[in-house]
């Protein structure tokens, strides 16, 4: 049991507590205010202020975790043994940074309140965040303080407990788009043949009408391959799959498509099933009601984790609209074009909401790779090496490794054989 001393106790510091040393360390926690108890406590302890009380175990404070609101903070990169870090807490302290401001920061993506310039989609650039400009995007940085902080603890107090966490890895299938011809309905497979036929699109052509007497063969049906993978190695596979009627950026199979339907019913058996919500439900609390409702029905299990469509994540609405419609966790975290750790870990956590400070009831999982991310490297050697780079980092942590692949590439002809690199990414990643 470690005992913090601080000299308030507020909602934020509970929270960031919690998440390091409890979710990431696996060390039990209690909080006191009071210097007699701090005092007569012979277990592990450190303390949390502007002033260390004796020769303790002391971590100097910034004010983020006692301050309400949002403020246009100044942030200063320094060095940790090599470690990009922020807040830095000069000589008293045991450790060179407030270690729990700058994980509360990057973990309740305080940057992402500030003002900023979003994109066509409403979303977050990874150029406007500061592991992006300060180039540690690709570090699970929160994960890597809290181990040297555990490393720093277990010389000064010996017998301390903790649970050491276990290495996993969760392979993502983003379903948008089930297929490219088959089960689209007369009309639109009418229009799609007109389309090709038009723009002399002989390829798609010939293929749109393979299809049509043979729906098994069309490119994006690779759900046998993926079972098999899935079957073979044990990994955790979690299908997400849109469930949504036609719209400009929502183009999949019909939710009233038997054929659809079957297909989501089968991967049932085998892996989880989840919501990927169409891109007019992001700010459409009840339209996202009714599409989780509809994919309920079809599998007859409990629709708990969601993503949302382009990876568009307005914080915090759209996690408020998640809980609304009561998922527990959600996959959107990450940046569709750029590898790396967005909220700066590997390890799920809960939303913090700034604007209500309070922790909100649902889960965050950020993945460290989307396949977009790497669609314009030329050879699979280059994309293994950039995606080795962030597994290493993650191993090292005992993390959570996520990659997320959309069933489209994989079924689409490329430079790089799509299907050959995700046998080799679950092979090298899933232990």
Known sequence: MLLIYTHKITPRFSYIMRQIFTRILGIEIIFTTKVEDFIKHSGAKITYTKQP?????FIRSNDLLFEQGINDISIQIGDWDGVPCFFATGMNSTIPFDIFSASFYLLTRYEEYLPHVKDIHGRFSPKDSIAYQNDFLHLPVVDIWANRLLDKLRERFPEMEFKQNTYKYTSVIDVTTSHCYAHRGLTRSFAGFLLDLVNFRLNRLAKRVVVWFDPKRDPYN?????????KKLGINCMFFFQFASYSTYDKNVSPNSNSFRYLIKS???????????SYSSFNDSELLKKE?????????????????????????????????????????????????????TSFPFCLYDLNMEAQQP???HSFAAHDY????????????????SLYEEVKKVEGNMITVFSNELLGTEHKIDWKDLYTSVTKNYYV
């Open 362 to 364: 649902i889960w965050i």
């Open 222 to 230: 690779n759900y046998s391959f993926l079972i098999d993978i899935k």
């Open 292 to 344: 989780k409702k509809n994919l309920t029905s079809v599998i007859n299990k409990s629709v708990d984790s969601s993503r949302m469509r382009y990876n568009r994540v307005d914080v915090p609405q759209t996690y408020r609209n998640l809980v609304d419609a009561e998922f527990t966790d959600d996959y959107t975290m990450g940046f569709t074009h750029k590898i790396g750790f967005r909220a700066g």
């Open 373 to 388: 991310a790497l669609h314009e490297e030329k050879d699979k050697a280059a994309i293994l090496e950039k995606l080795n």
């Open 267 to 277: 991967i049932a058996d085998y892996c989880t099933v989840s919501l990927a919500a």
């Open 53 to 57: 009380l004796q020769n303790e175990f």
